[in-house]
């Protein structure tokens, strides 16, 4: 997996598990905390959550969901911490501010709530389909844009991805 696509997991994670998601990509909140994040892991994952209570395993589950929480927070810092983040979605906002409604919009009112997604998507003037894929595509864009803007440009220090490339 690039490094692209673990910046845009770790978005998407955060988007569809955290209901701070919207303030802490536009930098209104801090970004989650460690706690969040496993409770963010824990939802995501209920599977192996099951899985290890029913082996007795729930020491090594919590120990397995802190290292994929640092995990986690070991890409966002790299690519320049939320901040970096935060500031990248403002400049997302103002590029495409269609392409931000739909994903806001997608967060709000459409995620959980299938039956609202052909009104919502008719604001827009998209299709569901249409609705649904440029909903999908924001994350990736924003990982984009996080690794190849340095951070200098956005009010931080230049970070270790500044030249686009998509390492471990």
């Not at 906002?93 to 967060?107: Q, S």
């Not at 996080?146 to 956005?154: L, S």
């Amino acid at each position: 997996m690039n490094f692209v696509t673990r910046v845009q997991s770790a978005i998407e994670l955060l988007v569809k598990y955290n209901p701070r998601a919207l303030r802490i990509l536009t930098g209104e909140e801090d970004g989650p905390t460690v706690k969040e994040v496993v409770e963010m892991l824990r939802v995501a994952s209920p599977k192996a959550e099951i899985e290890a209570i029913q082996t007795g395993k729930i020491t090594c589950e919590a120990e397995s969901m802190m290292i994929l929480a640092e995990k986690y927070n070991h890409i966002i810092d790299r690519v320049g911490g939320w901040d970096h983040i935060s500031a990248v979605v403002d400049l997302y906002k103002k590029a495409w501010p269609d392409e931000w409604g739909v994903f806001v919009d997608n967060i709000i009112w459409v995620a959980g709530q299938r039956n609202m997604v052909e009104k919502v998507a008719r604001k827009h003037q998209l299709s569901s389909v249409g609705f649904h894929s440029m909903a999908r595509r924001v994350p990736r864009k924003i990982a984009k844009k996080a690794i190849q803007i340095p951070r200098k440009y956005t009010g931080g220090v230049q970070n270790d991805c500044g030249n686009g490339s998509q390492g471990n």
